[in-house]
C-alpha cells in the first residue's frame, strides 16, 4: 500500500517568501502525483497534476516535481501572498489516491 | 478544471435517522467515483470506490451496510448513511475522474453532524 507522508505539517512565511513543501512516498511505482490545496472546511482544490511520465508540472506561481527514484514530490509555491493560506495535500497512485495528512501553510501580511 | 458538485454541504440529523449526500460531475462523465471521511486536523480516509452501474468496492473497516454508495449514471453518485450515529458525524468528501490518468476532482465537501 502507499504511504504518503509529508513534511512540515505546518509553515509559516512572511509575504514575498518562496514556499517549499515537501511530500515522500514508499512505492515507487506511484502512477500519478497530485498536490492539492484545502480551505477551513472546504473541499479539495486540484493545484497540479504530474502524470506516471512526467517529472515536473508548472502552472502560474506554482511549480511541482517529481522523482519517483527518491520518491519525493516536491511543491514550489513563489512569491507567497496571504491568499496563498491553505492546508496542501498531495496524494499519489494509480486509481486510488493516497493522501499525506497536508501542509498547514500560513502566509503573514 | 472540470467542476464536482456536491450537496448538501452541511446537514445535522438525529440519531438512528439515515442522510443522503449527492455527489455530481457537472462537466464530464465520471467513469469512477470515490467517496472519503476526514477527521479534524487529519487526512483524507478513502472509504468506498464506484464504477456506474456496479456495486461499490469498501474499503477494510468500512460497513457497506451502513455506508450505501449508488452510482447509477456516469454523472451522479450517491453516499447514503445509515442509522445515523454520534461517531458518524465527520466530514465526507466525493472525488471523481474519467480515465485511470487523469486528474481527480473533488467536491466541497459534506459536514455531517448527527445530534
Known amino acids: 500500500k502507499q504511504e504518503v507522508t509529508q513534511i512540515p505539517a505546518a509553515l509559516s512565511v512572511p509575504e514575498g517568501e518562496n514556499l517549499v513543501l515537501n511530500c515522500s512516498f514508499t512505492d515507487s511505482a506511484i502512477y500519478n502525483l497530485q498536490w492539492f490545496r484545502q480551505d477551513p472546511g472546504k473541499g479539495l482544490t486540484s493545484l497540479l497534476l504530474i502524470q506516471s511520465s512526467q517529472r515536473e508540472q508548472t502552472s502560474g506561481r506554482l511549480n511541482a516535481s517529481l522523482d519517483k527514484s527518491s520518491g519525493r514530490s516536491t511543491l514550489y509555491i513563489a512569491a507567497s501572498q496571504p491568499g496563498d493560506s491553505a492546508t496542501y495535500l498531495c496524494?499519489?497512485?494509480?486509481?486510488?489516491?493516497?493522501f499525506g495528512a497536508g501542509t498547514t501553510v500560513t502566509v503573514r501580511a | 478544471g472540470a467542476v464536482v458538485s456536491q450537496h448538501p454541504s452541511r446537514v445535522i440529523c438525529k440519531s438512528g435517522t439515515s442522510v443522503k449526500i449527492e455527489c455530481r460531475s457537472l462537466?464530464?462523465?465520471?467513469?469512477?467515483m470515490f467517496w472519503y471521511r476526514q477527521f479534524p486536523k487529519q487526512s483524507l480516509m478513502l472509504m468506498a470506490t464506484s464504477n456506474e452501474g456496479s456495486k461499490a468496492t469498501y474499503e477494510q473497516g468500512v460497513e457497506k451496510d451502513k455506508f450505501l454508495i449508488n452510482h447509477a449514471s456516469l454523472t451522479l453518485s450517491t453516499l447514503t448513511v445509515t442509522s445515523a450515529h454520534p461517531e458518524d458525524s465527520s466530514f465526507y468528501i466525493c472525488?471523481?475522474?474519467?480515465?485511470?490518468?487523469?486528474?481527480?476532482?473533488f467536491g466541497q465537501g459534506t459536514r455531517l453532524t448527527v445530534v
Open positions: 496524494a499519489g497512485g494509480d486509481y486510488k489516491l493516497s
Open positions: 472525488s471523481a475522474r474519467g480515465a485511470m490518468n487523469t486528474e481527480a476532482f
Open positions: 462537466d464530464f462523465q465520471a467513469t469512477t
